[in-house]
């Protein structure tokens, strides 16, 4: 199994990013998946998160309405659209997968959100 993420980058705030995690050795759509991030001096948290199967979303209150998660089952990819970025979404994004009974981790991707 492995995720790997892309995507990250230094944004304006206000800004659009997308990221992506390309998952290789299960089926994304069979597994819960989701987006965390770590600011510096902060714990991880779960910014957003998508179901197997049918695909329900549930995001963090402080990203509602600006962040979207979603995945492409032939791509076997997650993706993560940033809008109205600000400076405090700046953080490591880091891919989720659990599948199997077992937890996957990426090795992150950094965003930074600065004039």
């Known amino acids: 199994v492995q995720l790997v993420e892309s995507g990250g980058g230094l944004v304006q705030p206000g800004g659009s990013l997308r990221l992506s995690c390309a998952a290789s050795?299960?089926?994304?759509?069979?597994?819960?998946m989701r987006w965390y991030r770590q600011a510096p001096g902060k714990a991880r948290e779960m910014v957003a998160g998508?179901?197997?199967?049918?695909?329900?979303?549930n995001y963090a209150d402080s990203v509602k309405g600006r962040f979207t998660i979603s995945r492409d089952n032939a791509k076997n990819t997650m993706y993560l659209q940033m809008n109205s970025l600000k400076p405090e979404d700046t953080a490591v994004y880091f891919c989720?997968?659990?599948?199997?009974?077992?937890?996957?981790w990426g090795l992150g991707t950094q965003v930074t959100v600065s004039s």
């Open positions: 989720f997968a659990f599948t199997s009974g077992r937890s996957y």
């Open positions: 050795g299960f089926t994304l759509n069979l597994s819960v």
């Open positions: 998508i179901t197997s199967g049918g695909g329900s979303t």
